[in-house]
């Protein structure tokens, strides 16, 4: 039996091209699953997102802090930064993070400011990374925009103008690795920091996951792993996945992850469908007990 829900947003709880940054957006053709979340009645649903709190609090308003789902738990946390941030209680505000929740963090404090030092140095740089995009590939390529959070800076991937096609993933986290390393200094060499690529862009974080704050939440709370579950897309997902029961994907997942889940035999599932229609397939499953 499952009792918790652990869910990634990007590639998962929202559709495809879903507004990744807007605070409250209520278009027509997203209006479905977020009707069905207002009506979700089964295992408590706990976000676990690379996204700002800033950037997460609209799509939980949207859906009325999902008023029905089955509480488990006294609170409903959200965890932000790959679980560096955890939102305590969404609707007053209540907050805190695993740096000040363990001592073993504290070394990390100096870190937190060298990466926002980091972010206002790259910010001077991203006309040149595009540029320099734009003459590799010979296609005019969108405005880089970096997004400046409590613990961690973001380079969102770029699109190629005028379409939907992102810029090579991997060649742009070369970019941003490349533009880093120098205001990053040594804390970019002995592990203090991690860059990151995800589905959607390069997160230039600390060296503390996904699967971190899914472990504290379920210890902060007392649910065992086996009555826990984590649905994700991207690499990052799955130290998440780790730490719980069952997994699972929808089918638009990174080739790791699908990977995992299906790894997992019973206690994986990957779901045929994509983004939110797979999120909710998966989330009617586990309440069905078929997942």
């Known amino acids: 039996m ?8 990007d590639g998962c709880l929202v559709p495809e091209g879903y507004d990744p940054l807007g605070s ?21 649903l706990v976000l676990c997102t690379g996204r700002a709190w800033v950037n997460t609090y609209g799509i939980l308003r949207r859906a009325n802090f999902l008023p029905n789902q089955l509480r488990i738990w006294p609170d409903q946390p959200v965890l ?9 209680d969404p609707i007053n505000g209540k907050r805190t993070s695993l740096i000040d929740e363990s ?21 001077l740089v991203l006309d040149k990374m595009r540029e320099r995009l734009e003459e590799d590939f010979g296609r005019d390529v969108t405005p880089i925009h970096l997004i400046k959070k409590e613990f961690c800076v973001t380079a969102r991937i770029p699109h190629f103008e005028g379409t939907t096609e992102q810029v090579d993933p991997s060649q742009f986290y070369q970019s941003v690795i490349e533009a880093a390393q120098g205001p990053l200094g040594s804390f970019g060499e ?22 971190d704050g899914v472990k504290f939440l379920l210890r ?48 994986g599932y990957v ?20 997942a």
Do not use: W
């Not at 209006?31 to 089964?42: A, D, M, Q, T, W």
């Open 2 to 9: 499952i009792d918790v829900i652990f869910s990634d947003i």
């Open 80 to 88: 932000c930064e790959n679980g560096i941030d955890v939102i305590i």
């Open 24 to 44: 409250i957006q209520a278009d027509e053709d997203s209006e479905p699953c977020f009707e069905y979340y207002r009506n979700y009645s089964g295992p408590q």
């Open 103 to 123: 001592a073993q963090l504290d070394h990390l404090r100096p870190v937190v400011e060298r990466i926002k030092n980091t972010g206002e140095e790259l910010e």
């Open 220 to 267: 902060r709370y007392g649910t065992p792993p086996a009555r826990a579950a984590y649905i994700g897309d991207s690499v990052p997902d799955i130290e998440g996945m780790k730490q719980v029961g069952l997994a699972c994907c929808p089918a638009n997942a990174v080739q790791p992850v699908k990977d995992f889940v299906a790894s997992r035999g019973k206690r």
């Open 271 to 290: 779901s045929r469908l994509n983004y939110a229609d797979a999120e909710i397939d998966i989330l009617d499953c586990i309440q069905a007990g078929q």
């Open 190 to 211: 002995d592990g203090s920091v991690r860059i990151i690529l995800s589905a959607s862009a390069v997160d230039i974080t600390l060296p503390i996951g996904k699967g």
